[in-house]
DNA sequence: GCCCAAGAGG
DNA sequence: CCTCTTGGGC
């Protein structure tokens, strides 16, 4: 059995304590890191080289975006993909060696796209869409029992926000982006882990505004996700929301998932 | 017997919890900062109003200097010398009212100057010197019992640096510095309570540089003074350094000054 | 709101 | 090294 977690951390150099919080908490076998906000060359080795998660890939980015990998278990890293070539550090791949072998692993960081959902007028919504149709073409080809993790900034379904009508018009919530979501999954059949663990219509947040009071009206969206090809699936066991992390101090604005699969 | 202190707190906002762990140990009547860096609408009144320092005069400004004079005992605002006509916050002045009668409290905060002593080349240099000559043509018309404190960004005595023959060509003990503000001195005949209490050449530090890791080397210099008309030193107590402000937690680059007066 | 980057000022 | 501002991004 094996335990991967995925966390938008919203800056890796200013939660090192909370990820070594979280690591020692949970001990999951592997982590994946959205929003590390670092150059690969001042990311914190050091906090997980001592909790001994020794193998790292690391796909950072000065100040912005940037994503992550460690893992307790060995793995090698199959690739970073720049899908729209130009240069955001939004994705890393591994493969799992020794434990879980064979497990492909994505970790991806989709675009925010921007307040206004509109391609004409928002360039920012459109590079979304483009970057999931580059991803849809792109999963079509996969043939590897994979697990894609990370944050998506989509919450799909009507009960993956707050407010299904209030939020029809705003990113991230949007029939187009929920559409082009679809033709994603489609491509591979992935499954949704959140939802087959925690089924419809289930509170299954992920993510609150640091904006407003939010937090404590509990308003928030179903942005990360873990997907797994079928067979992966076949093999999932658990799948959770570590929400405590909300009220530890100077919070990120995403919580961590942790999912264990029988491998 | 009254109690009067001044500390260059570095931002006031961010250091509101130590001005009041320093109010709450040592309880001075009255405490002249310097550097609020706050316009006076977002200072931190509740803090003080809480302890009891019920009466302020706070002159701030948005980002930069800043000056506040907050007191246990009451008093009346005199003024707020913009010297150079520049907008710049670095004075407020007072009298004290009941205890204390009739002491005039000047706070007071001089330009730091730049980098390189030298007026031709460096304009906050010339700046920092014609700022102590407007303040001594201000100082020979004085003539009611004063105390003047606050950051003056020169250490005039040998013993006011941890190497005097080192620091001469540095901006803070440069000999036209020193004798630009031996002038501000005779014109009022001003009295350093500092070098009274602890006369020369004791080690009188009252500021350490962030930069570099002089802290731990005792690299100080004394920057920070509490001179007194000649008939207000000739009550003066005592007058001693609160150096344990620098090892709380992200202290100031200054400590506090604090002095006891027989009024 | 919170995070990053630059640049100024110390 | 530390703090502030502005401006971008989410």
Same mark, same amino acid.
């Given at each position: 059995? $094996?335990?991967?977690?995925?966390?938008?951390?919203?800056?890796v150099?200013?939660?090192?304590?909370?990820? *070594?919080? @979280?690591l020692?908490?949970e001990?999951?076998?592997?982590?994946?890191?959205?929003?590390?906000?670092?150059?690969?060359? /001042?990311?914190? &080795?050091?906090?997980?080289?001592?909790? +001994?998660?020794? &193998?790292?890939?690391?796909?950072?980015?000065?100040?912005?975006h940037?994503? !992550?990998?460690?893992?307790?278990?060995?793995?090698? *890293?199959?690739?970073?993909h720049d899908?729209?070539?130009?240069?955001e !550090?939004r994705?890393? +791949?591994?493969?799992? $060696? +020794?434990?879980?072998?064979g497990?492909? #692993?994505?970790?991806?960081? $989709?675009?925010?796209?921007?307040d206004?959902?509109?391609r004409?007028?928002? !360039?920012?919504?459109?590079?979304?869409?483009? @970057?999931?149709?580059?991803?849809?073409?792109? !999963?079509d080809?996969?043939?590897?029992?994979?697990? $894609?993790?990370?944050?998506?900034?989509?919450?799909?379904?009507?009960?993956?926000?707050?407010?299904?009508k209030?939020?029809?018009?705003?990113?991230?919530?949007?029939?187009?982006?929920?559409?082009? #979501?679809?033709?994603?999954?489609?491509?591979h059949g992935?499954v949704? #882990?959140?939802?087959k663990?925690i089924p419809?219509?289930?509170?299954?947040?992920?993510?609150?505004?640091?904006?407003?009071?939010?937090?404590?009206?509990?308003?928030?969206?179903?942005?990360?996700?873990?997907?797994?090809?079928?067979?992966?699936?076949?093999?999932? /066991?658990? &799948?959770? @929301?570590v929400?405590?992390t909300?009220?530890?101090?100077?919070?990120?604005?995403?919580?961590? #998932?942790?999912?264990?699969?029988? /491998?």
């Open positions: 059995m $094996i335990s991967i977690a995925t966390w938008n951390i919203n800056s150099r200013l939660r090192a304590d909370q990820v *070594e919080r @979280f020692t908490q001990a999951p076998d592997v982590l994946c890191l959205q929003e590390i906000k670092t150059a690969e060359s /001042l990311f914190p &080795h050091d906090v997980f080289e001592r909790l +001994g998660y020794t &193998h790292r890939a690391v796909h950072g980015q000065k100040g912005y940037g994503v !992550a990998t460690v893992s307790r278990i060995p793995f090698r *890293e199959i690739g970073r899908w729209q070539d130009n240069g !550090a994705h890393v +791949g591994v493969e799992l $060696i +020794g434990p879980g072998q497990l492909i #692993l994505e970790n991806v960081y $989709i675009p925010a796209g921007g206004i959902p509109d004409t007028v928002n !360039a920012k919504f459109g590079q979304k869409l483009d @970057f999931l149709e580059r991803m849809t073409r792109w !999963a080809k996969l043939d590897k029992p994979t697990l $894609i993790v990370g944050d998506f900034n989509i919450a799909p379904l009507e009960s993956d926000v707050y407010d299904h209030a939020l029809l018009k705003v990113v991230s919530h949007t029939p187009l982006e929920v559409e082009t #979501l679809q033709r994603f999954a489609d491509a992935w949704d #882990l959140g939802r663990h419809a219509p289930e509170r299954n947040y992920s993510w609150w505004s640091y904006r407003s009071y939010w937090r404590q009206k509990d308003q928030g969206r179903r942005l990360d996700h873990m997907w797994a090809s079928p067979d992966v699936a076949a093999q999932s /066991l658990s &799948h959770r @929301f929400e405590e909300r009220r530890w101090d100077q919070p990120s604005d995403h919580v961590p #998932l942790v999912t264990e699969l029988s /491998l």
